[in-house]
Each structure stands twice: as structure tokens, then as C-alpha cells.
T-cell receptor, first 114, second 114 residues
Framework: NAGVTQTPKFQVLKTGQSMTLQCAQD?????MYWYRQDPGMGLRLIYY???????DKGEVPNGYNVSRLNKREFSLRLESAAPSQTSVYFC?????????????FGAGTRLSVL | GQQLNQSPQSMFIQEGEDVSMNCTSS?????WLWYKQDPGEGPVLLIA?????ELTSNGRLTAQFGITRKDSFLNISASIPSDVGIYFC??????????????FGKGTKLSVKP
């Protein structure tokens, strides 16, 4: 049971470079989420997709874009990386944003921006 | 934005001790969740609570949904070394839109007493 799969697991970027973080879930979930985790800050929501074809901003969306490619996949793009985006990024999915929102998480992508 | 106050921030445990942590908010939640995160991994769901006053157990873990719907508690009985990690509470205000998103506490870090 793969659950939520994130790639890559680790990435180092230079300031100004771009990259896309990939996320796929095999649980037939409708809703998907991107979070960032910084020391002492807990998990903060970047963007979410309540259902296929929709995306909405979360708490900290600046500097990021997302694409809900299909029901399984939800990608996060950094167009011009900044050192402030050094963080651990988690993707999560749930059956439905309009239900009890039990979210299942991937293992994370550890990103350093130099 | 909404905030959850999770305490304590960190604590040291000795094998066999009972552990308690809690989350409080000024807002009323309709769902409370407790997650555990091991180093290098994503959060894993421990317990989900849906009704005020609800008391739910998962092995040595017991969580309660506060009567006021503004707080939740997690207890771990007879702790063992593998209980170390970071525990997060998460609350859901409502269903749909931004209300359907989870709000996370900043975590309680459990470590072994030196």
C-alpha cells in the first residue's frame, strides 16, 4: 500500500532556480494538500485542491503555484526559489474536504535553497 | 489566522511514565485529530474525535474531545522508548471551503530523559 508518494525526497537549489515537487496518491481520494514544516512552526497549508479541477490558496501561498493534474496527482512549483523557502514539504490527501477531513501524509521532500 | 495552542512544547519521558498533552483554541471545532511524526517521516494519524465529550483509545493512547469543543487532550500510559517523536493536534472548524482545512498545533516533542 503506497498511500501518498512524494518525489524527490531531497533537493538542493540555488536562489532563483525553479523546480516542481510531485505528489501522487493511490487511495482514490478527492482532496489533496501541500504543507510546509519549519522548526517550531508546525504544519502550514500552502495550497489545497478540494476536488479534481479546483485549487485554492492556504495560509502561506506566496512564491508557489500548484497543479491538480488529475485525481491522483497534485504538484507544487517554485518558480524562483528563495532561501526563505528552505523547508520540509508534505503532501497529504483525504476522502473529501467537505467531510471529516482525515488526512494521510507522504514522507516529505526536504528542500534547501542556497 | 486561527491558532491552536499546544502544550507542552517539549517533554522528557522515562520508560513507564504516563504522559499528557493538550491543545486549546478560542474557536469551536467539529473534529479533533492527533498525529505522531517520527524523524524523517510524515505525520501518521493516531486518533480521530468527532463529538464533544468523546473519549477514544488506541492501545496505550487515549484522547478526549473537550466538552466546550475548544480543546482536546492526549494521554499516553506507561510510555516506552518508541513513543519518542513529535505529536501534533489538528482541528477542523467546519465542512467545505477554508473551514474544511485542518489547523495544526506546533507540536509536542517527546524525548527520552538523559
Amino acid at each position: 500500500n503506497a498511500g501518498v508518494t512524494q518525489t524527490p525526497k531531497f533537493q538542493v537549489l540555488k536562489t532563483g532556480q525553479s523546480m516542481t515537487l510531485q505528489c501522487a496518491q493511490d487511495m482514490n481520494h478527492n482532496s489533496m494538500y501541500w504543507y510546509r514544516q519549519d522548526p517550531g512552526m508546525g504544519l502550514r497549508l500552502i495550497y489545497y485542491s478540494a476536488s479534481e479541477g479546483t485549487t485554492d490558496k492556504g495560509e502561506v501561498p506566496n512564491g508557489y503555484n500548484v497543479s491538480r493534474l488529475n485525481k491522483r496527482e497534485f504538484s507544487l512549483r517554485l518558480e524562483s526559489a528563495a532561501p526563505s523557502q528552505t523547508s520540509v514539504y508534505f503532501c497529504a490527501s483525504s476522502e473529501g474536504h467537505y467531510l471529516k477531513n482525515i488526512q494521510y501524509f507522504g514522507a516529505g521532500t526536504r528542500l534547501s535553497v542556497l | 489566522g486561527q491558532q491552536l495552542n499546544q502544550s507542552p512544547q517539549s517533554m522528557f519521558i522515562q520508560e513507564g511514565e504516563d504522559v499528557s498533552m493538550n491543545c486549546t483554541s478560542s474557536s469551536i471545532f467539529n473534529t479533533w485529530l492527533w498525529y505522531k511524526q517520527d524523524p524523517g517521516e510524515g505525520p501518521v494519524l493516531l486518533i480521530a474525535l468527532y463529538k464533544a465529550g468523546e473519549l477514544t483509545s488506541n492501545g496505550r493512547l487515549t484522547a478526549q474531545f473537550g466538552i466546550t469543543r475548544k480543546d482536546s487532550f492526549l494521554n499516553i500510559s506507561a510510555s516506552i522508548p518508541s513513543d519518542v517523536g513529535i505529536y501534533f493536534c489538528a482541528g477542523q472548524l467546519g465542512y467545505g471551503g477554508s473551514q474544511g482545512n485542518l489547523i495544526f498545533g506546533k507540536g509536542t516533542k517527546l524525548s527520552v530523559k538523559p
